[in-house]
């Protein structure tokens, strides 16, 4: 069955977020989500010629930047 396939890649899909979906998230630009990608503010995973921020990076990037 391709089950454990299908799991595999529903995970990854929502371990990695694109420079779109982090500029949303975050309302900030592209331009920006790709200077904090360049800086190692944010984790890159390239796949292909795309390049998209670990969801956890950015979940660390906000907890970082967020007054307590």
Known sequence: S?????RLKALREERKLSQDEVAHRLAISRTTVWRLLRDKELQAVRIGSRTFATKTSVEDFVRRHTAD
Do not use: P
């Open 2 to 6: 391709n089950t454990i396939g299908i």
